[in-house]
């Protein structure tokens, strides 16, 4: 907000230098003519001594300062837009990695028609909340599938959890689902024994899960989501990408339909 405030006050800075060189000429510069007095206006400008010209400025913000909040809304409208691009061009030129990667799990149609990818983590609360909103959506809609990108942020906590999760998807994929929702359901926080209580619920080995616990991919794994999550500038769980888009917060049930709708309108009319 600072850096933005800043911003904005150099614009301002700038029309105020150039009602300065109005004033020394007598009446004030037109907008529309400030390209071709530029020369005039540096030139006046440097008359007047700098407590003058700060004097001038705070007058003019003063007077003004619903400047401040245009130019603050034109930045973030302009950032949000090159934010939006860029994150469409690292979604295209990394589709396989963020729809149809090996290591993520899948709740819903693993055929489905339509993709929705959540970053989550097992000690998010908001992701905790947002499990019934997925829930739904898969059972309403038998084309949504949804990828399950595990994204262990959250503490040491998560991360030994989500170890056990990548653990036991590898070993038991046809049952990973059902761990998903029991973990993340529970209220309790997420740790390694109650992730493998779980998974030992669920008919895992625990020998073998805790071997596999061990396995170097896992930790590939979570490095190949982070450094994803990085190229789109996701910092929070949950998350979503949805088509060319990324849905950062948990905006609920409704907002994430729309956004599907919006994808099942694109593909079908051919207009993505």
Do not use: W
Not at 249 to 271: F, P
């Amino acid at each position: 907000m600072k850096k933005i405030f800043a911003i904005g006050l150099v614009g301002i800075a700038a029309s105020a230098m150039m009602l300065v060189a109005g004033y020394l000429s007598g009446r004030p510069v037109a907008p529309a003519a400030a390209s071709q007095q530029e020369p005039a206006v540096v030139q006046a400008a440097g008359t007047l001594d700098r407590a003058e010209v700060e004097a001038i400025i705070r007058s003019y913000l003063l007077e003004n300062p619903e400047l401040l909040l245009e130019v603050q809304q034109a930045l973030e409208t302009k950032q949000q837009e090159e934010q939006r691009l860029a994150q469409g061009e690292i979604i295209t030129s990394m589709s396989d990695e963020i729809f149809n990667s090996a290591y993520d799990g899948v709740y819903g149609n693993p055929a489905g028609k339509y993709t929705l990818v959540e970053f989550f983590d097992y000690n998010c609360g908001y992701c905790k909340r947002a499990m019934a909103d997925m829930e739904a959506l898969a059972a309403d809609d038998p084309e949504i599938r949804f990828v399950l990108k595990e994204f262990p942020i959250l503490g040491p906590d998560s991360q030994r959890a989500h170890v056990v999760s990548m653990a036991f998807r590898a070993l038991m994929p046809e049952k990973y689902a059902e761990f998903h929702t029991k973990l993340l359901g529970d209220a309790a926080r997420a740790t390694e024994e109650r992730a493998i209580s779980t998974a030992l619920e669920l008919g895992a080995d625990e020998a073998k899960l805790r071997e596999e616990m061990e396995n170097p991919a896992i930790v590939e794994a979570f490095a190949r989501t982070y450094d994803l999550a990085n190229k789109l500038q996701i910092t929070g769980t949950p998350s979503y990408v949805v088509g060319e888009e990324v849905v950062f917060g948990a905006l609920g049930r409704q907002v994430l339909a729309e956004k599907i709708e919006a994808l099942r309108a694109c593909e079908e009319t051919a207009t993505c």
